[in-house]
């Protein structure tokens, strides 16, 4: 399956002017969803709204940029490794998103729309999941050999 940027460019545009709403919703939805994950954000929540949101933001500004997009989320996905998380959230944060996007695109979102996120989250999860996998295997590698 694969994501059609002009879908996801168009309909992130249409959710965008909703600013700060759609982060909270975001988060009180995957929150209410999966309580479990709560205690892994210990950050100020409005902090790291503007953070995932920024994130996503310059992912979707460079998905005609192959290279870029992997770069970032790779990156992105080392770093999560000392956020706690782990390869098994991804659904549940990629369910929260899709929820969050359909509800502020209203009408907007159509299931062409919505196949196009699904395939892009296919993409984020696989990209962060094996860079957190790799990052936690040299972690555990330098810690057995210092
Ligand atoms: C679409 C996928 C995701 C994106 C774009 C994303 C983005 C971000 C960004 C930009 C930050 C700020 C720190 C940094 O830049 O390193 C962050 C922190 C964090 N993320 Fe994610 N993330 C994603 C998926 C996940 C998943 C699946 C989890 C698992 C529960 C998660 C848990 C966290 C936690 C716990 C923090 C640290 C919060 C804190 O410092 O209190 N993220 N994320």
Not at 58 to 65: C, I, M, P, Q, T
Not at 137 to 144: D, I, K, L, V
Request: hydrophobic share 45%; net charge negative; glycine share 8%.
């Amino acid at each position: 399956m694969t994501f059609n940027p002009t879908l996801i460019a168009s309909s992130f545009a249409v959710v965008e002017p909703h600013g700060t709403k759609i982060t909270k919703y975001f988060y009180e939805h995957l929150f209410d969803t999966n309580p479990g994950v709560r205690s892994l954000f210990a950050r100020h929540m409005e902090e790291q709204e503007d953070r995932l949101w920024n994130a996503l933001g310059g992912l979707v500004a460079n998905l005609e940029d192959t290279e870029t997009v992997v770069r970032i989320l790779r990156n992105l996905g080392a770093r999560h490794v000392a956020y706690g998380a782990l390869p098994e959230h991804f659904p549940a944060v990629g369910a929260s998103l899709l929820a969050t996007l359909g509800h502020f695109a209203g009408e907007a979102w159509t299931p062409e729309i919505e196949e196009s996120w699904t395939a892009l989250y296919g993409v984020i999860t696989a990209t962060m999941s094996e860079a957190m996998t790799e990052a936690a295997a040299g972690t555990a590698q330098s810690a057995h050999s210092g």
